[in-house]
């Protein structure tokens, strides 16, 4: 979950400094696209620790299909953006590929959530009694 956070955040720095740095144009729009695409793979990363949690316990198998859509669909998309010759699109369709087998792990996953609310609680609470006394 760290390295979701980390790809997370260096998402946000992307999109920060090729906004900033990369004159307007293809180079700044694939940028751009890049870091929403690696930003959302990250957060579906996390959001696989959510449905775990409420019972989906097969999702803990889509995130290393997201997490290495990474650097192949989000990596090749900025090597592109950078000037590497058009066969670096051979690695977003790898990466693409990825993360469709990552959404699908998800997608069923959720399926065995169960309906209605879900209560977790980590030990259970001590009850309290209170004798009252007659001659009081």
Same mark, same amino acid.
């Given at each position: 979950?760290?390295? *979701?956070?980390?790809?997370?955040?260096? %998402? *946000?720095?992307?999109?920060?400094?090729?906004?900033? $740095?990369?004159?307007?144009?293809? =180079?700044? @729009?694939?940028?751009?696209?890049? %870091?929403?695409?690696? +930003?959302?793979?990250?957060?579906?990363?996390?959001?696989? =620790?959510?449905?775990?949690?409420?019972?989906?316990?097969?999702?803990?198998?889509?995130?290393?299909?997201?997490?290495?859509?990474?650097? $192949?669909?989000?990596?090749?998309?900025?090597?592109?953006? +950078?000037?590497?010759?058009?066969?670096?699109? $051979?690695?977003?369709?790898?990466?693409?590929?990825? %993360? =469709?087998?990552?959404?699908?792990? $998800?997608?069923? *996953?959720?399926?065995?959530?169960? @309906?209605?609310?879900?209560? #977790?609680?980590?030990?259970?609470?001590?009850?309290?009694? #209170?004798?009252?006394? *007659? @001659? %009081?």
């Amino acid at each position: 979950m760290m390295l *979701a956070a980390l790809s997370a955040m260096s %998402a *946000a720095g992307v999109m920060t400094v090729g906004g900033l $740095l990369a004159p307007p144009g293809r =180079a700044a @729009d694939l940028l751009k696209a890049g %870091a929403a695409v690696q +930003f959302m793979h990250s957060m579906a990363t996390l959001a696989c =620790a959510t449905v775990m949690q409420i019972g989906g316990v097969q999702a803990r198998r889509a995130p290393p299909f997201f997490l290495a859509s990474v650097p $192949l669909l989000s990596g090749s998309i900025y090597a592109v953006a +950078f000037g590497a010759p058009p066969q670096a699109w $051979l690695f977003t369709a790898c990466g693409a590929l990825a %993360a =469709a087998v990552g959404w699908a792990i $998800l997608a069923l *996953a959720t399926l065995s959530v169960e @309906d209605g609310p879900r209560v #977790v609680r980590s030990s259970p609470q001590p009850r309290v009694q #209170v004798r009252v006394r *007659a @001659d %009081a």
